[in-house]
């Protein structure tokens, strides 16, 4: 069965300090990795989709990355405005293009 | 202009009664989903459509009922609604199965209380 895992649960960061938020998966074979950000009381957002390891994204103070094992949500000098829970998510080959969530992580960026 | 549109965003209603959310997308995507959010925080796909036809049922009771009466909706339908059906619900949609990048859109989700 097709799992992802996200850590920390919940992280608290202050203004400025850059850190990483993990996301590991076990999947028979895997088409895409997608990155969401969730904001309380709205859907999922968008943020990247990763194909295959070794590949990265950025869009501002966010980079993500992708292993054959797991991917990292970079953040880089936080604002308080990026505080909201991040979601990772797989796409597997013949899964009907199905989103496989893991449980997020909570980001909260203090000043 | 919002891309996927869900009504009610709110819904209380009581055990055993039947209750429909409604989604709409102008996207103009042939694939749309229903996933529910429990009090955990945690996304689970029950449905996908493609094109009006079923393509995912993810073991969600027979209580839930989608219907896609063209591929720019799809309505969910909820018979002889339970406590554990509480959750927000939300409708998503995308490109067609066979597209290569295949990101899903989600609306603003409804949160359904069964007292």
């Given amino acids: 069965e097709d799992q ?16 990483s938020l ?3 998966y076990t999947v028979s074979g895997l088409r895409g990795l997608f990155w969401y950000r969730q904001d309380p009381g709205k859907g999922p957002e968008f943020l990247f989709t990763l ?21 990292f949500l970079h953040i880089t000098a936080p604002k308080p405005e990026d505080s909201a829970t991040y979601l990772c998510a797989v796409q597997v080959t013949g899964g009907g293009n199905k989103l496989t969530f893991g449980t997020g992580t909570q980001l909260k960026v203090e000043l | 202009d919002t891309a996927v549109s869900q009504t009610p965003k709110y819904l209380v209603t009581q055990m055993g009664n039947d209750k429909s959310i409604k989604c709409e997308q102008n996207l103009g995507h042939d694939t749309m989903y229903w996933y529910k959010q429990d ?7 029950m449905f996908s459509y ?3 036809e079923l393509i995912i049922n993810e073991t969600v009771p027979n209580r839930f009922s989608p219907k896609s009466p063209d591929k720019a909706h799809l309505n969910l339908h909820i018979n ?7 959750a927000v619900y939300f409708c998503a949609s995308s490109q067609s199965i066979g597209a290569v990048k295949n990101i899903q859109y989600f609306g603003a989700g409804t949160r359904l209380s069964v007292l």
């Fill in chain 1, 4 to 19: 992802v895992t996200q850590s920390p649960e919940a992280l608290r960061l202050q203004e400025g300090e850059s850190s």
């Fill in chain 1, 22 to 24: 993990n996301c590991s």
């Fill in chain 1, 51 to 71: 194909y295959s390891a070794g590949e990265e994204k950025e869009k501002e103070r966010l980079k993500a990355t992708l292993t054959k094992k797991e991917s």
């Fill in chain 2, 39 to 45: 009090s955990k925080k945690f996304l689970k796909i």
């Fill in chain 2, 50 to 52: 493609n094109n009006k």
């Fill in chain 2, 80 to 86: 002889s609604l339970e406590l554990g059906d509480s």
